[in-house]
């Protein structure tokens, strides 16, 4: 089973953000990365299909007509993790996960207890638990953004870098739970990221956001060459495939105006 | 490692096999403590609202108040008269008029997001005593009834504010900061339309207007505790209703959305409860400040964040204070009933600098 994007546009007071966007896929059970510069439209993309921002497209899922569901139906099938939330809350870690759940399943109080304190304890978040979001770190609170979004459950997961606030040990867990958690589950899912060596070592599938070309996709080896970064990111860059070895791609340097 | 993703289908054969259960166990404990306080909390309101019965201008003995509020046809007529209509309806309106503008202030401040938003500082309350005062004045009252008229003129009044504020916090780029000032500026704005009254009023109805700018509860009576009971009826199931969706709120707008909250719907329905509250209070007491504002902060430092026990303690919280002040205004100065209005201001001025000296980072 696959997401399809046949069509997505994306209008914000007049304004065409996402035009031309169509012709994608996403696998389920396998991570998708989505990349781009700052301000091509990746947060909007991911929340254009969330439903959370306005937009209009033909997307589906197994035969789910995304653009078709009621706004219920859909913040329960399609979830966005958004990029930072800084409440100034006293809302613990504990209440939050909770509500995640109870937002989106209808079932009786102690199943939904289980579920929080399973995900709870698979993140490593016991000991936060109840501790106010006001009292956690950046990163401890993308990890809390994390089980908010686990704790849903939905088929679809979009995540708008997850990993930005994230020690190196932090990150590379969170990519380690995101594919087995989606391979459990065949979730499909999509991370907004700017690291291009994550997006390479643990994504199985690319989009990316291309001047003039609206989003292309395909395989990391095939979406990342020297040749697109140059005309994506305006970086000289070195990209490395190894066999048994995590991919690496290294920034030279940025190019300037003149040769862009 | 402690630390480390306990993944894969084995997870649960691991040596603490139920660990997931200690973080449901620590959140249970803190909700029976929570509602062990919101029990405490009515048991103080109970307190209060029989000291406030039990006070009063005439000296009668508690023992003998008590026994008129148990079986008053036992009691002289006098006695009964004072204790079932005058104390009584003024010290249940006391509570009432808490426990509302708590409720309303506990909403505001989390459908705007914002520590400073209450029914006072947003304007809602000075629009809901110009639309008394204003019925008042053009004599709206005879047409429907004195008590019913000056209410609905209040409440559109309210109204007319409320969806002001919730208008305006749909512009792009009005900040919570933003949203408070525009409040400020209406509040300042109906409070100049109440000044134009006053200036043109007679001496008779001037005289009703002071009452509306100071508050006070010398002029309830059962018909006004019943309907202010009836706003109170309407508007707590909407709110219960819309508990989880209001607790999502206090995530952050995005993150709500993201669970479904249709954000702009939730925010007006709750504008118009609010509304509901707040003008049905200020029609029959008048102008009461920074209730609205204490009350909820001083419930989420005790019960946190979450509706279903926020709602509850913030309203007994509001009617603790308001039992209290009431109390107050009656034994500061002896032999006088000082405006209660007076009262909630001086103990909530000095909060609501704390609170403004305390988010002073975000500004």
């Known amino acids: 089973m696959a997401l399809i994007i046949e069509r997505l546009e994306c209008t914000k007071a007049g304004v065409e953000i996402l035009t031309g966007i169509g012709g994608l896929h996403a696998e389920a059970g396998r991570i998708t990365a989505l990349l781009g510069a700052n301000g091509a439209g990746k947060s909007t993309l991911l929340r254009a299909l969330a439903g959370v921002d306005r937009a209009e497209g033909k997307a589906n899922l197994g035969g789910l007509e995304l653009f078709d569901m009621s706004p219920k139906a859909r913040a329960q099938a399609v979830y966005y993790m958004p990029q930072e939330s800084a409440p100034r809350s006293l809302i613990t870690v504990f209440e939050a996960v909770l509500l995640a759940r109870r937002t989106a399943f209808d079932e009786a109080l102690p199943s939904a207890h289980q579920a929080v304190g399973e995900r709870l304890e698979e993140l490593s978040l016991t000991s936060l638990s109840e501790r106010p979001l006001a009292a956690l770190s950046g990163g401890q609170r993308q990890r809390v953004s994390l089980a908010l979004a686990a704790v849903r459950e939905p088929r679809i997961l979009l995540l708008d870098e997850p990993s930005s606030a994230l020690d190196l040990h932090h990150q590379l867990q969170l990519f380690e739970w995101l594919g087995s958690s989606a391979a459990r589950n065949a979730t499909v899912v999509v991370v907004a990221i700017h690291d291009l060596s994550l997006a390479a070592r643990y994504a199985d599938h690319v989009w990316m956001f291309e001047p003039g070309n609206g989003v292309v996709e395909g395989t990391p080896a095939q979406v990342l060459t020297t040749q697109r970064l140059r005309r994506v990111y305006h970086i000289e860059a070195e990209i490395e495939w190894r066999e048994g070895r995590p991919a690496t791609v290294v920034p030279i340097r940025a190019l300037p105006p003149d040769e862009i | 490692m402690n630390d480390s993703l306990s993944t894969g289908p084995n997870r649960s054969a691991a040596p603490g096999e139920k660990r997931w259960q200690r973080s449901v166990d620590l959140h249970l404990a803190k909700n029976r403590r929570s509602h062990r306080l919101i029990l405490l909390t009515a048991l103080l309101m109970v307190i209060a609202l029989s000291l406030d019965v039990a006070t009063g201008p005439g000296d009668y003995p508690i023992s003998a108040v008590i026994k008129t509020l148990l079986s008053p046809s036992s009691m002289p007529p006098l006695l009964q008269v004072v204790v079932w209509e005058i104390r009584l309806p003024i010290a249940l309106m006391a509570v009432l008029v808490g426990a509302a503008l708590a409720m309303a202030g506990a909403q505001m401040q989390t459908i705007l997001a914002n520590?400073?938003?209450?029914?006072?500082?947003?304007?809602?309350?000075?629009?809901?005593?110009?639309?008394?005062?204003?019925?008042?004045?053009?004599?709206?009252?005879?047409?429907?009834?004195?008590?019913?008229?000056?209410?609905?003129?209040?409440?559109?009044?309210?109204?007319?504010?409320?969806?002001?504020?919730?208008?305006?916090?749909?512009?792009?780029?009005?900040?919570?900061?933003?949203?408070?000032?525009?409040?400020v500026a209406i509040m300042f704005f109906f409070h100049s339309a109440l000044g134009l009254l006053q200036f043109v009023a007679s001496s008779e109805a001037l005289q009703q207007l002071v009452f509306w700018t100071l508050g006070s509860l010398s002029r309830a009576d059962w018909s006004s505790v019943i309907l202010l009971a009836l706003a109170i009826t309407i508007t707590v199931p909407v709110f219960w209703h819309f508990g989880w969706r209001l607790t999502a709120l206090r995530l952050g707008e995005l993150q709500a959305r993201a669970m479904g909250v249709e954000v702009v719907r939730l925010r007006l329905v709750m504008m118009i409860c609010c509304a509901l509250l707040t003008a049905t209070s200020v029609a029959f007491v008048g102008t009461i400040g920074f209730i609205g504002l204490v009350a909820p902060h001083i419930a989420r430092l005790l019960v946190g964040e979450d509706q279903r026990r926020l709602l509850p303690m913030s309203a007994l919280t509001g009617a603790v204070l308001m039992s209290c002040s009431s109390s107050l205004a009656k034994l500061l100065v002896p032999g006088t009933l000082l405006p209660i209005g007076l009262i909630t201001a001086m103990v909530g001025l000095p909060f609501f600098v704390s609170l403004v000296l305390r988010s002073r980072r975000e500004l």
Request: overall charge neutral.
């Open chain 2, 115 to 183: 520590p400073l938003a209450d029914p006072f500082t947003l304007g809602i309350s000075s629009a809901a005593s110009f639309g008394a005062a204003l019925a008042i004045i053009i004599g709206l009252p005879s047409l429907l009834g004195a008590q019913p008229g000056i209410a609905a003129s209040a409440f559109a009044a309210a109204m007319i504010a409320a969806m002001a504020v919730w208008a305006l916090s749909r512009l792009q780029g009005v900040s919570t900061q933003i949203m408070v000032l525009i409040g």
